[in-house]
C-alpha cells in the first residue's frame, strides 16, 4: 500500500512540474497568454486526483466498501467539478468572455490529471 501511494505521489508530483512547465512552454513558443494562474489550475487537480487515488486505494481494503466503489468514484468527479467551480468561480462565472485558448488551456489539465486518475483507480478495482 506505501508502494502505490508513493507512486500515486510520484506520477502526480511529475505531472504537475511537468505539465505545467510544458504547458508554459507552449504558451510561450506560440506567444499566446492566458488570463488566469496555470499553476494554480494544476495544483487543485494534483491534489485531488491525489487524495482520490489514496481514498480509493484505502476504501478498496475494506469489505463494505467493496462493491460500492463504482459508485463513489463517479461521485468524487462530481465532488470535483463542483470543487472547481467554488474555488475558480472568478475564473469561471465572470463577466469576461474567454478565449478559445484559455478554454483550451483549462480543459489541458483536466484531461491529463483525470486520465492517470482513471488509470489508477481501474488497477485498483481490477484487484478487487
Not at 485531488?48 to 481514498?55: A, D, G, K, N, T
Not at 478554454?103 to 488497477?123: A, C, D, H, M, N
Request: proline residues 2%; aromatic residues 18%.
Amino acid at each position: 500500500m506505501v508502494k502505490s501511494v508513493l507512486t500515486y505521489l510520484l506520477v502526480f508530483t511529475f505531472l504537475f512540474f511537468g505539465g505545467q512547465w510544458l504547458h508554459e512552454y507552449i504558451l510561450d513558443y506560440f506567444q499566446k497568454s492566458i488570463s488566469y494562474p496555470l499553476k494554480d489550475i494544476y495544483l487543485f487537480h494534483t491534489i485531488f486526483s491525489m487524495l482520490i487515488c489514496v481514498l480509493f486505494l484505502l476504501l478498496s481494503k475494506t469489505q463494505k466498501f467493496k462493491d460500492q466503489l463504482g459508485f463513489i468514484y463517479l461521485s468524487t468527479l462530481l465532488l470535483k467539478i463542483i470543487f472547481f467551480a467554488i474555488i475558480f468561480q472568478n475564473l469561471i462565472f465572470n463577466d469576461l468572455i474567454l478565449s478559445t485558448m484559455e478554454r483550451v488551456s483549462l480543459l489541458i489539465p483536466v484531461i491529463i490529471f483525470l486520465s492517470f486518475e482513471v488509470l489508477f483507480v481501474s488497477k485498483i478495482l481490477k484487484r478487487l
